[in-house]
């Protein structure tokens, strides 16, 4: 008894689904962008300039983060241009460094800004939650 | 087991109380209190960055199986490892905005 293959989904919905990472990126712009006459209404200047710090790590963040998941993939699967591992490791923890580094610069300039700060580095988060709100709503009209 | 699970109570039941004991008056916490204060979020700051680190370090192994079993499910398998890799990010970030905003 041979099993039968899953079936594979349709193209438009592989297209809408392999556009996740660009959407996820424009809603971390767009809610950065959007809260952030908002902030510097309700609090402050300090902190807004915090959250402007913030968002900019957390986009690089990001991006370096898709990046090291493309160079793991490449190496698992043997395609691409392998990386050396050495290297995907060392971007992991350069990332990490990016971010206490300007923790720490911010909270020697103002402790009221590291708020800020942090508020930008939830971002991402907020991004992929709205993605994943999006991809329920046209899924759900779509059918996919 | 037992043991792992009576440890991670036990600090949880810390972690609970440590906020309580700080609870002494209306101005600033007493020095002594504020030693407490410290201590617990060093150490819910080590907690949630190793389970964290746990919980990463089982994504990706679960992510380098997958692939390797099934190179054409790499878009989709890429996809939930980069949301597991940033969701479980986040949770530790979000345990270091609790600790700032208990020390403030």
């Not at chain 1, 990046?67 to 350069?94: H, M, N, Y």
């Not at chain 2, 609970?16 to 204060?37: E, L, N, R, T, Y």
């Not at chain 2, 054409?72 to 905003?101: C, H, K, M």
Request: positive net charge; proline residues 6%; glycine residues 8%.
């Amino acid at each position: 008894m041979s099993e039968t293959p899953p079936p594979s989904p349709p193209p438009a919905a592989e297209a809408f689904y392999s556009g996740a990472y660009r959407r996820m990126e424009r809603f971390l712009l767009a809610l950065g962008l959007a809260a952030l006459p908002l902030l510097w209404w309700k609090a402050g200047a300090r902190f807004a300039l915090g959250y402007v710090a913030g968002g900019l790590v957390a986009f690089v963040n990001f991006h370096w983060l898709k990046r090291g998941v493309e160079a793991l993939a490449d190496r698992i699967t043997r395609s691409g241009r392998p990386q050396p591992a050495t290297g995907i490791v060392l971007r992991f923890l350069l990332r990490y460094f990016l971010v206490a580094a300007a923790a720490y610069a911010i909270f020697t300039i103002s402790a009221a800004s590291v708020y800020g700060l942090l508020a930008g580095l939830c971002l991402p988060v907020a991004g992929i939650l709205c993605e994943a709100g999006y991809e329920v709503v046209i899924s759900v009209r779509r059918g996919y | 087991m037992r043991k792992t699970v009576f440890v991670l109570l036990t600090l949880a039941v810390l972690f609970v109380a440590a906020p309580a004991f700080a609870q002494g008056g209306p101005g600033a916490a007493p020095a002594s209190d504020m030693k407490w204060i410290y201590i617990t979020a060093g150490f819910s700051m080590a907690l949630a960055s190793s389970v964290c680190a746990l919980g990463q370090a089982k994504v990706a192994a679960a992510v380098a199986e997958g692939l390797a079993r099934n190179p054409a499910a790499r878009p989709g398998i890429q996809l939930a490892l980069f949301l597991g890799l940033a969701l479980i990010e986040s949770l530790a970030l979000y345990t270091l905005a609790i600790i700032f905003l208990k020390l403030k």
